[in-house]
């Protein structure tokens, strides 16, 4: 009885706090600011049929902030490693401008794939990350324990008991490594429902991250249960959906101290951002993802990035995430991150989604690799 009352505690908190999604999001819109919904709803200047072959010409055309070279690499690398389905967003982390916009179906190039929604996965645990650094108050070397292997996630997992298979980790380790339980744990005995939904809509979850063309919100599930709310935390679920866009402007808060960039497609409009997190969180978020790169989960793909010309005068950060799904079948495979050069200060932010199946010839993690060292070779 006591876990009945409970849950429906928790649902009840949860509901509350759709509630105020929704009272947020017309109190928005019925403003005159720079982030109003209204501008999001009605200044589409560009047909999305215009942006599913970004060509030189089209470019000039519609004048976008698109980079030819960067566009055309990914366009080859794509075509040379048979990838049967990409979406792919790379964007100045100064500016908001979009450098690339890539996708491909099949044998067809489709760039607004790049626009669309795909499930998640553990890219959720960037968000996760905040929430628990600003609300629970919880740092890089904050330490939790775990039974059980690191990526799976039963609810037995998240009991708070311990035995000699109980193993020790951090929440940076967690994150380099992406330990479902860990983060469930976080969400469930650390924040609960509220701050989960209260730091995805700050970072622009249920909101179009552009105002230039229609670009799918990223949405959530509210948790109905303890168990929902563990699935939400680790991203361990088939609910939480986000588009490279939005995954890429996610990564720009932490690079401007706390400011997320709002994209831009067309050149010309005017640069806004919005606080969403304070600086030590953005500190944080940065180490968390330097870590996936240098003892991570994409580790492998940058190993010899010290010795190579071009990625070594480069801090790089990341975060990555695998889940199977249908329509295409396959597994999604993110790649989400950022690379600085620390000489000349110029920065940008990637989201890289590949579906893999039994014959695949390159990852996210590697294509990223290439795209980031291509880009900073320019330069």
Request: include cysteine; proline fraction near 3%.
């Amino acid at each position: 009885m006591r876990r009945v009352i409970k849950d429906a505690f928790v649902t009840g908190i949860a509901g509350l706090f759709v509630l105020l999604v929704i009272l947020v999001v017309f109190g928005v819109m019925a403003r005159n600011g720079d982030h109003t919904l209204v501008k999001r709803q009605t200044c589409c200047s560009i047909d999305r049929d215009n942006l599913r072959r970004i060509t030189p010409r089209s470019i000039d055309r519609y004048k976008l902030t698109i980079d030819p070279g960067l566009q055309g690499y990914i366009r080859d690398m794509v075509k040379r490693y048979r990838v049967k389905f990409s979406a792919i967003c790379v964007l100045d982390g100064i500016t908001g401008d979009i450098l690339a916009l890539y996708g491909k179906r099949e044998e067809r190039e489709d760039c607004t794939l790049a626009l669309d929604t795909y499930l998640a996965a553990s890219l959720f645990k960037i968000i996760t990350s905040i929430a628990a650094i600003e609300y629970a108050h919880l740092s890089p070397q904050s330490v939790f324990t775990y039974n059980g292997k690191a990526h799976t996630l039963y609810k037995s997992q998240i009991d708070h008991h311990r035995n000699r298979w109980t193993r020790v980790t951090t929440l940076s380790r967690a994150f380099a490594l992406s330990n479902n339980v860990v983060f469930a744990k976080i969400g469930l005995s650390r924040l609960g429902a509220g701050p989960l939904l209260l730091t995805a809509m700050k970072l622009g979850f249920w909101q179009s991250p552009l105002i230039e063309c229609r670009c799918e919100p990223s949405t959530i599930l509210v948790p109905e249960n303890n168990y929902n709310i563990a699935e939400l935390a680790s991203g361990f679920n088939r609910y939480t959906r986000i588009s490279p866009v939005h995954a890429a402007q996610i990564v720009t808060g932490p690079l401007n101290h706390g400011f997320m960039v709002r994209p831009r497609i067309v050149k010309g409009l005017p640069l806004e951002s919005i606080q969403v997190m304070d600086s030590r969180t953005s500190r944080y978020i940065l180490e968390m993802m330097r870590q996936t790169v240098t003892r991570g989960t994409v580790s492998s793909a940058f190993r010899r990035y010290r010795s190579d010309r071009v990625l070594r005068r480069l801090t790089i950060g990341a975060k990555s995430g695998t889940i199977d799904g249908k329509d295409p079948e396959g597994r999604r495979n993110w790649f989400v991150g950022y690379a600085k050069d620390r000489r000349t200060g110029r920065e940008i932010s990637i989201a890289c989604l590949v579906i893999i199946d039994d014959y695949y010839w390159i990852e996210a993690d590697d294509l990223a690799r290439m795209i980031i060292r291509y880009y900073f070779s320019k330069y």
